[in-house]
Each structure stands twice: as C-alpha cells, then as structure tokens.
C-alpha cells in the first residue's frame, strides 16, 4: 500500500498541501478515511490523481493515453485506475495497485492526502478519486502495461481552471442540458485531449487543492453534482 502517514518529503509546496489536509490524516497510516469494502465488488472503480512538483514550482498530474485495442475509451486520455477487485480492501488500494499495473507505480512512493466525492457515469459504475502525492518524481521510473497504456505524460493541475486551450460542447442527456470540456495540451511534440470524465475530475481535483474555482462555466451534469456556487454567481453576473 501507499504511505499514508504524512511523511512527505520535497518542497514547502508538497508540505503545505499535506498540511492543508492534515485533519483527516494523522501520522497513524491507517487514520485516512477509508470505507473498506464489506461485499463482493459492485460496479466501483478507483482512479489515481497523482501529483508531484514541476520544475516551475507547480503541481503536475500524471495522465496516460488509454491504448487503441481497448474494446471501451480506446485512444483516450485517463488518469490511471480501474475497476474494483475481489483482493481489494478499498478504493485506495484499487487506485494504486491499477496504477502499478498499467504504469508501474510503486504505490510506496505515493502518499495518499484525500478521496474526493464519487463520480457516477451513464454506464452505471461509481469512480472515486483517490489524491496522492509523488514527492520523489526521481524514484519513478514508468514500466507501461502496453496491452492497457500506449503513451504516459503529465499535465499543471492549474490549466483544468483557465479559459486556455479549453473548449466545451453542450451535451443533453435524459433531458437535462450539460458541457463537455475539453482541454488541449501538446507533450514532447503530441497533441493530446482531456475530456468528458477525465477533464471532469480534474476540475474538481483543481478547484480542492489550489482553492479556487475555474474561470468558466462548469455546468455539470447532476449525476456529478449539477449547479456549482461559482457557476451560479457566473450565470447571474452575465445576465445583468
């Protein structure tokens, strides 16, 4: 499992963000509030917000390009994770052991700060998002599983709260009148796109750990919370 106890290393950056989530992580490992499963696995899934400090001094997160042969999500850009397994005692395990399968992630270089609140898709299975930090960049050294992963970069978590380099679509589904985001980002001369779910949980990701909202309407489906605070004070804002 990931080290859970708070004894990350690196920057005052790294340390401040520990800090800020230090109430539900004592230097007990095993104090991060965790629901362990108590029943075979349902529908659930776990994916991994991996962040670490760039060389500019800001947060990166880690996102793999899913591999073409994939019969769902082929040749799109995740953040690693999957399903639940039968040997997983809950969704952090599920997160680190998919991230050490799919892109060989020693989960003991990851220290987990937070869960965010579930994500719930149209296909009927629950993702939770499992925040970590990599405070040692240097010690990782990706293996990609290439029958899941085709390519392995990283992204600022800052860009899932500009207007840069973001488009988004209008969606409806069962009647309700949403946007799709996407997020555009070249890496090592690939153009790569973040959307749907993933650009979703990024948002989110982004406006917890650097405390402030995005600078666009979100405009959420319900299934992922609906309405925000800042969307509302947008929406108002623009009508006057």
């Not at 240097?138 to 970069?153: H, N």
Request: proline content about 5%; aromatic content about 8%.
């Amino acid at each position: 499992m990931g080290s859970n106890s708070g004894e990350v290393r690196g920057s005052e950056r790294l340390q401040a963000l520990l800090h800020h989530f230090q109430p539900s992580i004592t230097n007990n490992p095993h104090n991060l509030k965790r629901s362990h499963f108590t029943s075979k696995p349902t529908k659930r899934a776990a994916v991994l917000i991996c962040l670490f400090e760039g060389s500019d001094g800001n947060l990166r997160v880690i996102l793999t390009l899913r591999a073409a042969s994939l019969s769902r999500h082929s040749g799109e850009v995740a953040l690693p994770g999957g399903k639940r397994e039968d040997g997983d005692a809950d969704d952090v395990e599920t997160a680190l052991r998919e991230a050490k399968e799919e892109i060989g992630l020693d989960p003991s270089l990851v220290s987990v700060i937070t869960l965010l609140e579930p994500f719930h898709t149209k296909y009927g299975i629950t993702v939770i998002p499992v925040v970590g930090i990599l405070s040692n960049k240097d010690a990782f050294s990706p293996v990609l599983d290439s029958a899941e992963v085709e390519a392995i970069f990283d992204v600022p978590l800052e860009m899932f709260l500009k207007n840069e380099n973001r488009r988004a679509e209008e969606r409806e589904w069962m009647g309700e009148k949403h946007l799709v985001h996407y997020f555009d980002y070249e890496f090592e001369d690939t153009q790569y796109v973040i959307w749907a779910l993933t650009a979703a949980v990024l948002i989110r990701a982004a406006t917890l750990l650097l405390r402030r909202p995005p600078e666009f309407l979100e405009q959420r489906p319900k299934i992922w919370g609906g309405i925000t605070e800042n969307d509302m004070i947008m929406l108002q804002n623009s009508s006057k």
